[in-house]
């Protein structure tokens, strides 16, 4: 079974880092783009940026470039999103999700990481 | 960037009617690179089409997609309750990946 397990809720300030974590299992994590999807309070969902475990190939949204970094570790299995230094407009929900192997739809999801920034 | 327009934004049915939603893209969206979702509150959004008409692993057969170009269209047939949640569209055609704002289904 595919499954793609995230790491928990986090709280941090304004201008804090964090780096969050996509676990994927069931399958061979090397072959499958994975991305990330932000999801505001309230709002829709948002595309940030894919990464291909194999060969760390990342593909960013214009809106997310610069502003995240996207890396895997293929040795364990995970891929990560992270800030260096958040805002309070970052605090969203954030999915992870295991792309079709030769097209940029989405099969499978994780349940999400909860980001809170406070100012 | 392709935008994705999608109406109405909530549509209130009773159980057992036809549910109709529309996802209207900004450019044509060609051979089908349209895929569907569905969330419910609290969870992480679901696949339900992709190619604009196919469904997903296990995915009931009273979903249908529909539509090219810049016109898709996802239908519920026979509503159940179940399937009070909000849908999105996805176009993955070209960069960057763009979803639709969303319906809200509500169950009556």
């Known amino acids: 079974e595919v499954q793609l397990v995230q790491s928990g809720a986090e709280m941090r300030k304004s201008g804090e880092s964090l780096k969050i974590s996509c676990e994927g299992s069931?399958?061979?994590?090397?072959?499958?783009?994975i991305g990330w999807v932000r999801q505001m309070p309230g709002k829709g969902l948002e595309w940030m940026g894919t990464?291909?475990?194999?060969?760390?190939?990342?593909r960013y949204s214009p809106s997310f470039q610069g502003q995240v970094t996207i890396s895997a570790d293929k040795s364990i299995n995970t891929a990560y999103l992270q800030w260096s230094s958040l805002k309070a407009s970052d605090t969203a929900m954030y999915f992870c999700?295991?792309?079709?192997?030769?097209?940029?739809?989405?099969?499978?999801w994780g349940l999400g990481t909860l980001v809170t920034v406070s100012s | 960037e392709i935008v994705l327009t999608q109406s109405p934004g909530t549509l209130s049915l009773s159980p057992g009617e036809r549910a109709i939603l529309s996802c209207r893209a900004s450019?044509?969206?060609?051979?089908?690179?349209l895929a569907w979702y569905q969330q419910k509150p609290g969870q992480a959004p679901r696949l339900l089409i992709y190619?604009?008409?196919i469904r997903a692993t296990g995915i009931a057969t009273r979903f249908s997609g529909s539509g090219s170009g810049t016109d898709f269209t996802l239908t519920i047939s026979r509503l159940e309750p179940e399937d009070s949640a909000v849908y999105y569209c996805?176009?993955?055609?070209?960069?960057?990946?763009?979803f639709g704002g969303g319906t809200k289904v509500e169950i009556k």
């Open positions: 999700a295991r792309r079709a192997e030769t097209t940029e739809y989405f099969q499978q």
């Open positions: 990464i291909y475990p194999g060969d760390s190939d990342t």
């Open positions: 450019q044509s969206v060609s051979s089908s690179f």
């Open positions: 069931g399958y061979s994590f090397t072959n499958y783009w």
């Open positions: 190619g604009a008409s």
């Open positions: 996805q176009q993955y055609q070209s960069s960057p990946l763009t």
